[in-house]
């Protein structure tokens, strides 16, 4: 009879052995396929330059919406303007407005005398 | 276990094959050892060698050189093994006879070298009815004699699981022995 933890202990880091090794790392060696060129890698420059255009581009397309959003305002209020030259509050320019007809809401009249006064 | 220096890293992953070749040397034999108890097939094992060999070569580049090589590469052996086992659905049939292990336990003088065939013979009668844990857990600590710290990072298992698994794979294994006639 044969003691089965002996038998176990026996096996313990025994290896199969390979016949030819070399002819073995041959068979491996033919699998292996070229490494792909690595990209280049990004120097610290180049991402700090990337990050400062990107901020700047977005700065300058934020400025000519604003410089739009600006003139609108403007371009829509031109009888406003010439109407309110006394240094009136809000409440007459409204008013002013209602009794010439004007249909501008109140709240552009407030943009406007934010703007303009 | 052989060590291969930082040198020969830095060259296989700047793309030198000949540097690659040296590390293929060096683990070839170990792989091996680790694919044909898992897989309990000599062709097998070889591609599944060559597998883990063309994946270490993809990844040499993400390698931390603070770990072991030897560990990364069991890590990358016994995944695509696991895999493979799961993949094919490995059913070992019960051997007729157990003659390579009786054969190994009645000349058991510490020297005698099995052939392949005779290891597969031996490891499917141990093996046999394991769960792929249990099997990857016995064949690390018991037939490869790995460190249970070692095979905790191998298999990402916990010192518990580890030792749940070898202590449950060893039971298997004792009561099937005892049936045919061990002790």
């Keep these: ?117 | 276990m052989t060590q291969i220096d930082s040198q020969i890293l830095n060259q296989c992953i700047s793309g030198d094959r000949n540097a690659f070749r040296v590390i293929v040397k060096t683990y070839q034999r170990m792989v091996f050892s680790l694919t044909l108890k898992m897989l309990c097939n000599e062709d097998e094992a070889k591609d599944m060698v060559q597998e883990t060999f063309i994946k270490v070569w993809q990844n040499l580049p993400k390698f931390d050189p603070q770990k072991t090589l030897s560990t990364w590469i069991y890590t990358i052996a016994t995944r695509l093994c696991l895999d493979r086992i799961k993949l094919q659905k490995h059913t070992y049939q019960l051997p007729d006879d157990d003659t390579a292990l009786r054969n190994y336990a009645t000349h058991q003088d510490g020297q005698a070298e099995l052939e392949n065939s005779e290891w597969v013979q031996l490891v499917t009668t141990l093996t046999n009815g394991l769960s792929p844990k249990q099997k990857l857990i016995f064949t690390l600590i018991q037939l490869e004699g790995l460190e249970s710290s070692e095979v905790e990072e191998i298999t990402g298992m916990d010192s518990t699981q580890v030792k749940s698994n070898l202590y449950q794979a060893r039971k298997n294994i004792k009561e099937r022995l005892t049936k045919l006639g061990y002790e």
């Design chain 1, 1 to 117: 009879m044969n003691k089965i933890d002996n038998i176990l202990d026996s096996l313990k880091g025994k290896q199969p052995v390979i016949d030819c090794e070399d002819d073995f790392a041959d068979f491996i060696m033919d699998a292996i396929p070229e490494r792909e060129e690595s990209r280049p890698r990004r120097t610290p420059i180049v991402i700090a330059l990337r990050a400062v255009t990107s901020i700047a581009a977005a700065i300058i397309v934020g400025l000519f919406i604003f410089q739009n959003l600006d003139d609108d305002v403007e371009a829509s209020a031109p009888k406003i303007i010439k109407a309110n030259t006394s240094g009136s509050t809000i409440r007459n320019v409204y008013n002013h407005c209602v009794s010439h007809s004007n249909t501008l809401s109140i709240n552009q009249l407030k943009a406007m005398y934010h703007e303009k006064f």
